[in-house]
């Protein structure tokens, strides 16, 4: 995870070759273009601030001699390097296509969405190859900056990251399941059973709902009944999560119209990737055409 004047992007670790600071003495201008000298090694180097136009990562007056940040990355079959404002540091993400609203815009692979719901798009070195062939003239970096900022801004009106709702009565897994979620890079809100889980989908509107079954007051099936009779929640998809794995359970849940019934332990990689897939096409759903 790196820091380009107030933004953070994602970059994959497999493509990283060296993380580095070099001295601003090492940096040669070629044409529009900039080079890093690495010992016998000459590279061609993009800075990120001035391809997405977005604010310079200027050193103060009294920090020129400080040395910047820089990532050497595997790129359609040669070096690159790659200046950043800052390293955050090495995070696990679960990486969604980008869809519509970002096709076609800068070099980037896919996003991710961070724990306060922020959208991090991950840079694709091959792209970036092609984006910074020959330098960055200023117009095309502000044009790319604004129509960045654009899609950005759009999506996060449009279409804002909702929180996926956890139902359990048990302490213990409502931890656990919310810390998996959440470090995959999703917006948790728990409740500790179906009244409870009432009372949140009236204060706000969720991505997917997990509910187990055998719960107090209301359980999960009269739960989802209740969803599923609200025009607000009626298409909110529903993933049951429980230890009650057999025919009886199942038939009802089917009967419900619920498609994923998962056992719990849970495959912790499977489960993530099922409810990226749901929250996003919940997103897709709410966003306004």
């Known amino acids: 995870m790196v820091r380009v004047g107030s933004e953070t992007f994602a970059v994959p670790l ?3 070759r060296k993380v580095l600071r070099v001295g601003r ?14 010992d016998d090694l000459t590279v061609d180097l993009i800075r990120l601030d001035r391809l997405f136009g977005l604010t310079p990562d200027e050193p103060a007056p009294d920090e020129i001699a400080e040395p910047i940040p820089v990532i050497l990355l595997r790129a359609a079959g040669r070096p690159l390097a790659v200046s950043v404002g800052a390293l955050l540091g090495k995070a696990e993400i679960v ?3 980008l869809g ?12 991710t969405i961070s724990a306060e719901g922020r959208v991090i798009l991950v840079l694709d070195p091959g792209r970036l190859v092609v984006a910074g062939r020959g330098g960055a003239p200023a117009a ?9 900022a654009e899609r950005l801004r759009g999506s996060s ?35 500790g059973d179906g009244a409870e889980a009432l009372e949140r989908v009236e204060e706000t509107a969720f991505a997917a709902v997990i509910t ?23 298409d909110v998809p529903v993933v049951v999560l429980t230890t009650r794995a057999g025919a009886k359970h199942l ?15 849970v495959d912790e990689e499977a489960f993530v990737q099922l409810m990226a897939g749901l929250a996003g096409s919940a997103t897709d759903q709410a966003r306004p055409r």
């Open 25 to 38: 003495d090492a940096i040669e201008s070629v044409g529009p273009g900039q080079r890093l000298r690495l």
């Open 95 to 97: 990486i969604k296509a």
């Open 251 to 265: 038939a009802l849940a089917r009967w419900l119209g619920i498609e994923h019934y998962l056992p719990k332990p």
């Open 157 to 191: 009106e449009a279409a804002p990251v909702r929180p996926i709702l956890l139902v359990d009565d048990s302490v213990s897994v409502r931890k656990y399941v919310g810390h998996l979620l959440e470090s995959a890079g999703f917006r948790v809100v728990t409740a």
């Open 212 to 234: 187990d079954l055998e719960m107090p007051r209301i359980n999960g099936f009269e739960l989802i009944r209740a969803l599923r009779r609200r025009p607000a929640t009626q």
């Open 14 to 16: 497999a493509a990283v």
């Open 100 to 111: 519509p609203f970002l096709d076609g815009v800068g070099p980037f692979g896919g996003a």
């Open 140 to 148: 095309a970096a502000a044009t790319l900056g604004r129509a960045l």
